[in-house]
Each structure stands twice: as C-alpha cells, then as structure tokens.
C-alpha cells in the first residue's frame, strides 16, 4: 500500500509557554485535496508551518509519502518536494515576479527542469507579469505569485494558507479554477481556509480545527 501523501499523529506544538497544537492527527492521500477548515486562531497557520518546518513540533509522526520530516529543516523539506503558499505571501518586493519564483531552487540548488513553463501555463496571468518586481503587484497578483511559486517546488505536496482570503470575486474564482485544474493533475494539497463554502465542491476531505485540536 503507498503511504499517504501526508500522516501526522500525535503531533504537539507550543510556541513559547502557550501550546498551540494538541495531539493532532491527520492524512493527506496521494492526489486528494483537502481542506483544513477553522476559524482564524484555530491553529491553521501553525499546523501547516509546522509541516513545513518552519516551526518545530515537540513532538509526534510527520511523514511524506513515507519520509520522516520530523528533524528535517525546512530547505530539506522544499528540495523534498514540499511547496508552501504562506498565509502574507512572504515575496521579496524589489525581485521580479520570476525571481521570486526561481528563489526556492536557488536555495535548494535544483534546476526547474521545465516546471516554469508548466507553471506558466497553467497561470499565464503570472508569466504576464513575471518582469515586473513584485512589490508593485497587487494583492491578488502577489497572491497567484505565492501559489504559483508553491507550485514550483511542490512536486509531491503543496501547503497553502487562506489561498482565497482577502481577492476580489473575480480573482477567487480564478483561484478556484486553478485549484481545480490542479485536482487532476495528482498532486497532493492540504489547504487552510476559514471558510470551505467557496470550495465545498472541490474538497476530498475535510479536517476540522478548533482550538488546536483536528477533528
């Protein structure tokens, strides 16, 4: 049986002296979608940057596809396959939108191999802007910027926080497109949002988090 694409059990994280996440347990499978539904303070946030190794857990199973992520720095898990779209997109303004891009596999000392033009393709409204510096894009530009950066490194799983919250209709629509067409593809996506209406019709499965617990 292939492992899932993502298994955590028993993962406990605390930043500080407050404990953020409690005992949580879930499964991604290999080319599902799912979402991690919560309201805003829920443990969303935490819980996919710890994924990502961005912040530590104290303990508990992080595995991708079978691969132990638990003492794994964070460069180790992107060069593992693993994108991530952070919640504040975290885009350096005075780069280029293709910089921007590429800076993962600088980091990680891969060559893109074709994947900036899969990317391209999927997202051309980002090759149309790929030389302008992404300080001057728009929020929803630096939001499709953010996921199609993701997208680059995500060979095996891609990690995207509130990828809809704050677009205007038009742009979450074409989010929404890009999500579903990602759906086909196979790749495996763990997706935090506080509210699932907008994506109910795409979702595999649904986690639930409340108070840092993941029902």
Request: aromatic letters at 4%; a neutral charge; proline letters at 5%.
């Amino acid at each position: 049986m292939n492992p899932e694409a993502l298994f955590l059990s028993g993962v406990e994280v605390a930043i500080g002296a407050t404990h953020i996440l409690h005992d949580v347990a879930l499964d991604v499978p290999k080319g599902a979608l799912c979402g991690l539904i919560g309201r805003n303070g829920a443990g969303k946030t935490t819980l996919l940057r710890t994924v990502m190794g961005l912040v530590p857990a104290l303990s508990g199973t992080i595995l991708c596809e079978g691969d132990n992520l638990r003492s794994m720095p964070a460069h180790k898990r992107a060069h593992l396959g693993i994108g991530y779209m952070p919640e504040d997109r975290r885009l350096l303004p005075d780069f280029t939108a293709e910089d921007n891009l590429l800076l993962p596999m600088w980091v990680t000392g891969e060559a893109p191999e074709g994947r900036l033009e899969r990317v391209y393709e999927l997202m051309p409204e980002v090759a149309a802007f790929a030389k302008r510096q992404a300080g001057y894009l728009s929020g929803g530009q630096q939001k499709l910027l953010a996921l199609a950066r993701a997208l680059l490194c995500g060979r095996r799983l891609i990690l995207l926080d509130e990828p809809t919250e704050g677009l205007a209709p038009a742009l979450a629509r074409r989010m929404i497109e890009v999500l579903a067409r990602l759906k086909g593809s196979g790749l495996s996506i763990l997706m935090a949002e506080s509210n699932d209406s907008l994506l109910a019709d795409l979702l595999d499965r649904v986690f639930l988090i409340e108070r840092g617990s993941v029902a």
